[in-house]
C-alpha cells in the first residue's frame, strides 16, 4: 500500500510523516509534490499550516489541486487543521474560496463567545489540548475513547450546512465541528501529529481503513 502525503509548500510535513510512519504496518509512505504520486497512491494525507489563502494558492501554484480534488473524490484521505478548511466552499479569512467539496463556511472565533462565565476572556487562537466528543461512530474512532484529548492550533472554525458530517465537536468559548466525515473523507482541525496517543491510534486507522 502507498500513503501519500501532500507537500504543497504548507503543512506541518515533517511531524505528520513521523507519526504515520510510527503506525505505517508497512505501508509505504510518502511526502511528495507530485500530481503522479497523489494519483497513484492508495491513501492520502492533506495536511495544512498557516493562513487558509496562502494554502490555496501554493496548492494552486503547485499545480496539485486537480490531482488533490481527484484523491478526494475517490481514495481514502485524511485532512488536518488548514486541509480540512479547506474541503469547504469559503472562509472568512480574507474572504478566500475553498475547494467547495463540503457545503459551508469557515469562521472566526466571535469575540462576544470568547468570555468564561467568571469574566475570563479567552485567546485567539486556541492553541493547546481540548476534548472531542464524538459525533458519530465511524472506523478511525475506533479504540479512542469519548471526548479524549486533541492538540489545537486555529483561529477559525468549520461551520457545515449539513450537521450530519459532524464526526467530532469540541468547545472553546462556543461548541463547533472540529472533525468531519463523509464517504471517503476524513478531517480534523486538531493535530493529530501533536495528540500523542490518540493522535497515533486516529493515524493507524486510517493506515487500515476499509472504505
Not at 450530519?164 to 461548541?175: E, R, W
Request: overall charge neutral; glycine content about 8%; some cysteine.
Amino acid at each position: 500500500m502507498k500513503l501519500v502525503i501532500v507537500d504543497y509548500g504548507t503543512g506541518n510535513l515533517r511531524s505528520v510523516s513521523q507519526a504515520v510512519r510510527a503506525v505505517a504496518d508497512g505501508a509505504d509512505v510518502v511526502v511528495s509534490s507530485r500530481a503522479s504520486d497523489i494519483d497513484a497512491a492508495d491513501r492520502v494525507v492533506f495536511p495544512g499550516q498557516g493562513a487558509m489563502g496562502d494554502c490555496m494558492r501554493s496548492l494552486r501554484e503547485t499545480g496539485l489541486e486537480d490531482a488533490v480534488v481527484r484523491a478526494l473524490a475517490q481514495k481514502p484521505v485524511l485532512a488536518i487543521c488548514i486541509g480540512m478548511q479547506m474541503l469547504f466552499e469559503r472562509s472568512d479569512e480574507n474572504d478566500c474560496a475553498g475547494l467547495g467539496l463540503i457545503p459551508g463556511k469557515v469562521i472566526r472565533f466571535p469575540e462576544a463567545a470568547l468570555v468564561r462565565a467568571n469574566g475570563e476572556r479567552l485567546k485567539v487562537p486556541q492553541m493547546g489540548w481540548n476534548t472531542v466528543k464524538q459525533r458519530m461512530a465511524h472506523p478511525l474512532w475506533e479504540g479512542i475513547a469519548d471526548k479524549s484529548w486533541f492538540y489545537f492550533v486555529h483561529s477559525y472554525f468549520v461551520a457545515p450546512e449539513d450537521d450530519s458530517v459532524a464526526a467530532g465537536t469540541t468547545c472553546y468559548g462556543l461548541p463547533f465541528v472540529c472533525a468531519v466525515a463523509r464517504d471517503n473523507i476524513f478531517a480534523t482541525q486538531f493535530h493529530p501529529e501533536k495528540s500523542a496517543a490518540s493522535g497515533l491510534k486516529l493515524f493507524s486507522n486510517f493506515v487500515h481503513w476499509k472504505v
